[in-house]
Structures are given as structure tokens and as C-alpha cells.
């Protein structure tokens, strides 16, 4: 299976490390979007589209380059990285996923963890989850990409 991961990792490194992790699993390609074309997706079995969260949303030069991706159907999945929790009652991955299904791809799941985040309030305290994404995170983004693919979803 062909995968492209587009990651957008601009703080601390933290959805890079993730979109790493997956990718090993995966066999994946991991661009940016300004190192993709927005042809480039079409071409790939699964990809998936990552980045930390602002302000309760995903970076925009993320969403950007999703919105100039032609309509083509395929295989799409989201990941993110947050200093703070995903709401269940207004996740921060919906309108990627809005955005993602309006041009045709099926969005099969979306994975998110904790993170170090030096976000305004917690940069006078250090930032928060300093150690995060750990090692159980990156093993949890693993199991995550082994369903994805269709595997176990533990490692051997």
C-alpha cells in the first residue's frame, strides 16, 4: 500500500515525531504541504493529514493546502498533536475532516494525543506535557497506522 503523510510540525516537533511513528508502520513518504503538490495525494493508496492544534484548530497551512487538492476519491485518515484534550462535542479534527470529505475522500479515522505545548498561558510555567508525545503515544500512533493498514494491532 502506497502512503503519503502530510504533516505540518512547527512548535516543538511533537506531530512530526507522531507522523514518524506511523510512518514506519506504514512504509510512508512524510512531506510537508509546501513540499507536496496537490496533485501529489492522488497518486497514494492512504494519506493521512497531520499537524498541532492552535487555538483549537489545525495549522492552517494544513487546511490550505487541502483546500487546493483537486476532488478525487481515496483513502484519507487525521492526526494531531494538542497541549489540551480534543473536545468530544467540537473536535478540532472536524473540519479537517469536513474539508477532506468534500473533495471526495473517505476519512476513515483520526488519532490524536497529548503534547508539549508552550501555548501563552503555560509559557510563565514551562509549557504542560513536557514529556509528551511519550513512548506509550507513539505506540498507541503505531497501533493506529497497523489498523489503518490492516495488520495487528500489536507489535511482535
Not at 1 to 13: D, N, R
Not at 51 to 68: A, E, I, K, N, Y
Not at 133 to 149: G, H, I, Y
Amino acid at each position: 500500500m502506497k502512503t503519503l503523510l502530510v504533516c505540518t510540525s512547527v512548535s516543538h516537533g511533537n506531530t512530526r515525531r507522531v507522523a514518524q511513528a506511523m510512518a514506519q508502520v506504514l512504509d510512508a513518504h512524510v512531506v510537508t504541504p509546501q513540499e507536496a503538490t496537490a496533485v501529489e495525494p492522488a497518486d497514494y493508496d492512504l494519506v493521512g493529514f497531520g499537524s498541532g492544534v492552535f487555538s483549537q484548530r489545525m495549522h492552517p497551512d494544513l487546511l490550505g493546502f487541502v483546500r487546493t487538492l483537486p476532488a478525487s476519491p481515496g483513502r484519507a485518515f487525521v492526526f494531531a498533536t494538542s497541549g489540551l484534550p480534543e473536545l468530544p462535542f467540537a473536535p478540532f479534527t472536524r473540519p479537517l475532516v469536513r474539508l477532506l470529505e468534500a473533495r471526495g475522500l473517505h476519512v476513515e479515522s483520526t488519532f490524536t494525543c497529548r503534547a508539549f505545548d508552550t501555548w501563552a498561558p503555560f509559557k510563565p510555567l514551562g509549557g504542560i506535557n513536557r514529556h509528551r508525545p511519550n513512548t506509550a503515544d507513539l505506540t498507541a500512533a503505531r497501533a493506529f497506522a497497523r489498523r489503518l493498514a490492516g495488520g495487528p494491532t500489536t507489535a511482535p
